[in-house]
């Protein structure tokens, strides 16, 4: 186990970058940028009012990053910085860890209900 | 990044095994088995109430086993299972990202808030 203890700094920034928007913006990011709607559309279940929220947070942690495009009409693309990459992979972790370990934890369930 | 995406099972297990309580108890097991009581030490700001229903959750989820000591008087001590060992690495993994990583996400979220 290594040195490092979970700290209150440690476990906020956890819960603001594993919150379950969060977790899907970085999937939905980690292909290409994107704009708010193809956003809402990528994460059906989601209100605008919290990928509004889940965003900024992501932002101001310095996970993703607003880019006003070139277009004409002007847009916002929202872009996965270095630091939202560098979640990437422990995200994939964890997601390759919770399908190899759902059976198992399943049966743990069902045997402690029954028990 | 890989093709496992987000579903509400993968969802619900990680809100179960990453909550505060849940990360701290799996690293004070990590080292030894410990009792109640003695996790109640390791874990100075949980209450009786919130480190029964962690551990209760840990267990039904195969992570901690409950273990009658052969001692006199008889105890009980709680010791963390081939699964929860499983989620260690990926604990150290994310506690060392966030070590790595806060000084850029404190970097960011000050030019945030001077924008």
């Not at 476990?11 to 193809?38: T, Y």
């Amino acid at each position: 186990m290594t040195e490092t203890t979970l700290t209150e700094q440690h476990r906020e920034l956890l819960d603001q970058v594993l919150d379950k928007w969060s977790l899907q913006i970085l999937e939905a990011l980690c292909g290409s940028p994107l704009r708010f709607n193809e956003l809402r559309r990528a994460i059906p279940l989601v209100t605008q009012k919290s990928l509004t929220a889940a965003l900024r947070r992501l932002e101001r942690n310095g996970m993703v990053e607003r880019v006003v495009t070139g277009t004409r009409p002007v847009a916002v693309e929202y872009r996965i910085t270095p630091l939202g990459d560098s979640l990437q992979d422990l995200i994939d972790a964890l997601l390759h860890w919770t399908t190899e370990t759902l059976p198992a934890v399943e049966r743990a369930r069902a045997s402690f209900d029954d028990a």
